[in-house]
């Protein structure tokens, strides 16, 4: 069954605020760790990713975290903006594997 | 558009009947995988190639379902004697093939409904 799942189904945050995203999985095999998001009426798209033997990484707006000891992934978007309105997926690459395996995914609501 | 493209995009089928979706991947991108969407789930893994060959197929999977990559490009999904439970979203991803593939990219889906 699915290793990676997320504590909220939905998340509504004030435009220009910052959104935390959450997601705790249970493949502590796995050795990459990746954020996903899905417009409506699109594939999802690539995000960030993270090593497992990483605790931090930034990218565009966007910051990872991945704490180990209790098996929890987040997605940090800073100054949440309009076009941020989407479906976050997490997902997992199992180790020595080559598919992905998505969780279930956060509504992010932008509130003007 | 130089994107994955799925064709069609949508797909309505009488419960008993065949079909079959396309897929063309990125050029150039030798990774291509097949995931199934329904309504407020994550996708779910179905199988992948690496240029021709089919490298996994998940348990979600039934004999009923087929996949082909004839030449290493574009690729079809087959479903046979369509039932209600199959209606979905079917998204077709492809990537580079290159460490650590985590980054695939998606088309926009089929999506089937079954009556």
């Known amino acids: 069954g699915e290793s990676v799942g997320l504590h909220l189904p939905t998340l509504s945050v004030q435009e220009g605020d910052n959104s935390i995203i959450n997601c705790a999985y249970s493949n502590s095999a796995s050795d990459y760790f990746i954020w996903y998001k899905q417009e409506s009426g699109k594939g999802p798209q690539f995000i960030i990713d993270?090593?497992?033997?990483?605790d931090k990484r930034q990218g565009q707006r966007v910051t990872v975290l991945l704490n180990k000891t209790v098996k929890h992934l987040s997605l940090q978007i800073a100054a949440t903006q309009p076009g941020d309105s989407a479906v976050y997926f997490c997902a997992e690459r199992p180790n020595r594997d080559d598919k992905i395996i998505f969780g279930k995914g956060t509504r992010l609501h932008i509130l003007p | 558009d130089t994107g994955v493209s799925q064709n069609p995009r949508h797909k309505i089928t009488k419960r008993g009947q065949n079909v079959t979706f396309r897929c063309d991947p990125i050029s150039e991108h030798n990774r291509l995988y097949w995931y199934r969407q329904t309504l407020g789930q994550g996708p779910e893994f179905l199988t992948y190639?690496?240029?021709?060959?089919?490298?996994?197929k998940s348990r979600l999977l039934s004999d009923r379902f087929s996949a082909e990559r004839p030449k290493g490009s574009f690729s079809t999904l087959e479903i046979q004697r369509t039932e209600q439970g199959d209606s979905a979203m079917y998204l077709c991803a492809s990537s580079p093939g290159q460490v650590p593939n985590t980054e695939a990219f998606f088309g926009q889906g089929t999506r089937l409904t079954v009556v």
């Open positions: 993270i090593r497992s033997n990483m």
């Open positions: 190639f690496q240029n021709e060959a089919q490298l996994e």
